[in-house]
């Protein structure tokens, strides 16, 4: 069975509003919080919901696990006869390390694994749909191909010490990392 991306991008969200009420409570938001541990809390939730997530209680699911090229990916669900799930995730970050991941998430193999790609965005609430990092992800060239998981970005206010003077929002964008002719011939086993 495949993995259900509705489920998928439904729990990352719900993850990121509960971290971000508990992180409000002790006067942080959202970007206090780690990315792992961002990816143990979305684990940890799906494995609860594996059922519904992957038609199946018998999900594994591993953290900063190598399952290609030698560099370790975010959060894995191992399936049973079906397709595993691997997931990036970006606290904030620049256009260029988008690009890592998403090159990370390419060298997957497809046939395996249900490849998406999670970011966390610091952003202006006036810049929510033009924030370059979005627009790297959205407008891409070349072979490899995403896929917009939510039909609008969910975004909530949130605080940040980097920025005292100016109200930032967090928006969550989540995208699957669709196989294309040429990456699943180059796709690491």
């Known amino acids: ?6 489920i998928l991008a439904a729990t990352i969200i719900e993850v990121a509003r509960h ?21 143990y809390a979305v684990g940890l939730k799906l494995a609860m919901r594996a059922e519904l997530a992957f038609g ?5 699911w591993y953290l900063e696990k190598t399952i290609a ?13 079906g397709l595993g799930l691997a997931i990036e995730f970006k606290r904030w970050g620049n256009p260029d390390d988008y690009e890592s991941d998403l090159k ?15 970011a966390l965005v610091n952003v202006r609430p006036d810049l929510l749909s033009k924030d370059n990092r979005i627009q790297s992800v959205e407008n891409r060239e070349g072979p490899l191909k995403v896929r917009r ?3 609008d970005f969910d975004f909530f206010s949130t605080v940040h010490d980097s920025f005292k003077t100016i109200q930032i929002c967090c928006l969550i964008g989540i995208w699957e990392v669709e196989a294309s002719k040429a990456s699943a011939k180059h796709a690491i086993p």
Do not use: Q, W
């Not at 009420?21 to 990816?39: D, T």
């Not at 199946?56 to 594994?60: F, H, I, L, R, V």
């Open 1 to 6: 069975m495949n993995v259900n991306l509705n």
């Open 104 to 118: 990370k998430l390419e060298a997957i193999d497809s046939s395996k694994y249900t490849k998406v790609f999670c």
């Open 19 to 39: 971290e971000e009420l508990l992180l409000s409570r002790v006067g942080k938001g959202i970007f206090f919080m780690p990315e792992v541990a961002f990816a």
């Open 149 to 151: 998981l939510t039909k």
């Open 69 to 81: 090229g030698g560099h370790p990916t975010d959060l894995v669900f191992e399936v049973n006869n």
């Open 56 to 60: 199946t209680g018998e999900a594994k």
